[in-house]
């Protein structure tokens, strides 16, 4: 098998970007279809996809099971996979897990930045762990097939998260601290314990997660999956490249203050620089994950790990994870 | 094949409503989840059901396509399908339609008995016709494999969604006019269009559908059947029994209305009896499908036509019914 995976983008979503997926051969993509959405928000923006799903049949439809990606693949199309940034899509009703996995979420942070009903985000000054209801949406998310993604969280909520699901969890979209130190990129500690849990850590191309930003060089970005490699081992790394295509502004505003506050929040950004930073020219969009295979080459990686590192090891997860309890699908 | 199916049922469900479903034989259960209920509201109410399936999977499972009635009679379990009496759980918003067949639902009424935003309900003065959101909600319905059932519309409604469906419908639990002359029971010539639109047409047991009520004799229920089959044909015929068991008669007030009146609406029944009538003495509850099975032997129908009553010919709808439009299921 050789598959291309990308686990995590949120892009103002056209036929234009449908075609650059073709165009870059991804057979799957984890898009993000909530941020501070409630439940029933969170189904308009899934009638919005059903839309586009009757668009564009030759280009996209919703991925649903690991098989979904192979079937992609076999008719030149890309598998379309559901994930919640936030909870908020739950409200505070463990019920709706189930609910929104069968409308085909596959993937949910238990917090985005701030604290949220089940863990803390990454801002937060404090962070208390996983809580009452955390532990129970945890183990409900596990019997669902419900990945549970860290990406925005907290250390100590992510390593008890880690502890807690039955199941392996992932990291869809960050970088090493190590080699650039932000709030979000994340501390060898969780990253060993991620993936030797069996986790998946999805390296990111959000500019703020790059070390020299909008001006990484490919080699660089190649050369810190390398260590991480050396850390941990290729298996369980891939691509999660929080491509934020084509948006106003007003979006990142959007994602970074929801509903929650009055006043703006710049997150990673700041007052002179409020909007999407720029892509590395080396990775625009879509059409560009063959730039990245062709620098994991040049830095050393053998055809299988750079396989892997592409796509494989992801559909290994989506595989174990995103059937009921028990099951593979 | 020979499947028990009954295609409506409404009850205040319990595990010992489900041990009767099993000791009668009842392969397959449409089940009413929702009278008025909005959609988030829906959705609560398909929470519980997530529960019970999950409390008693020795029992019932959730039935989702007709290969599940099979599963069910195979593992010695009764497949509950999921429908609703009303549109209020698609709100305004036809993209809900394929949200809700997601979620499982089977069949949608486009009416209760009053006027909706699809059709006319078969109490009001008046029936204009589908609306023009209800032409376009009965095409999303026939795209997605949700049934329209007609069981409370009025009669020019009824048959100009029998019209415009481009895939058969049903009226899931009714009795012909002819024999008890109720503002529920169905004219001739609404059951002629219906069944020669391959649309099907299920047998009711709620009393005030029955002629001398809670006294009707199986005997009279079954010459009912014998004539309309004479009318129309057999193979268009099943059980709907519209059983509604265990309910303390506040529902029976929910059901009539909701939250539309303020004023207490007797509709089937009266003020001197208010609450739900008691049910004939032969069909207590699904434990009774055998005496339903003798009574049609005994008025003469062979095998073959008792099988299809019973739930051949529901099975074979189910076939046809459920899969988004150009699929079986």
Redesign the interface.
């Known amino acids: 098998m050789t598959y291309r995976i990308d686990c995590l983008q949120y892009a103002n979503w056209s036929e234009k970007i449908f075609r650059q997926m073709r165009e870059g051969n991804v057979d799957a993509v984890h898009v993000t279809i909530a941020y501070h959405e409630n439940?029933?928000e969170t189904?308009?923006n899934?009638?919005?996809w059903?839309?586009w799903f009757e668009q564009f049949p030759e280009l996209i439809f919703q991925g649903r099971w690991a098989s979904d990606v192979k079937l992609a693949r076999d008719t030149g199309r890309t598998a379309i996979f559901f994930g919640f940034q936030n909870p908020s899509p739950i409200e505070d009703?463990i019920?709706?897990v189930?609910?929104v996995h069968?409308?085909?979420a596959r993937f949910m942070q238990l917090s985005y930045n701030n604290q949220s009903l089940l863990a803390t985000g990454c801002y937060e000054a404090e962070d208390p762990g996983i809580t009452r209801m955390g532990k129970q949406v945890i183990r409900e998310m596990n019997r669902a097939g419900l990945v549970v993604d860290m990406s925005h969280s907290a250390d100590r909520s992510t390593l008890e998260a880690i502890e807690i699901s039955e199941r392996p969890i992932a990291i869809t979209h960050a970088n090493p601290y190590f080699w650039q130190p932000a709030l979000r990129n994340k501390k060898d500690d969780v990253i060993r314990a991620l993936t030797s849990a069996d986790g998946m850590l999805g390296f990111s191309l959000y500019p703020h997660h790059l070390k020299d930003k909008s001006n990484c060089t490919l080699q660089s970005f190649c050369e810190m999956i390398a260590q991480t490699a050396d850390m941990v081992g290729v298996e369980h790394l891939g691509i999660g490249s929080d491509l934020c295509q084509d948006h106003p502004d007003s979006v990142v505003e959007w994602m970074r203050v929801g509903r929650w506050s009055k006043e703006i929040d710049y997150g990673e950004g700041s007052a002179s620089a409020p909007g999407f930073p720029d892509m590395p020219d080396w990775f625009r969009d879509n059409r560009d994950f063959g730039n990245i295979e062709v620098g994991l080459k040049t830095i050393g990686f053998n055809d299988a790990e750079v396989s892997g590192l592409m796509g494989d090891n992801w559909m290994q997860f989506f595989e174990n994870s995103f059937g009921p309890a028990g099951t593979s699908a």
Chains 1, 2 share one sequence.
Do not use: A, H
Request: proline letters at 0%; a positive charge; aromatic letters at 6%.
């Open positions: 439940f029933r189904v308009l899934i009638e919005r059903n839309r009703d019920g709706l189930r609910i069968t409308l085909g």
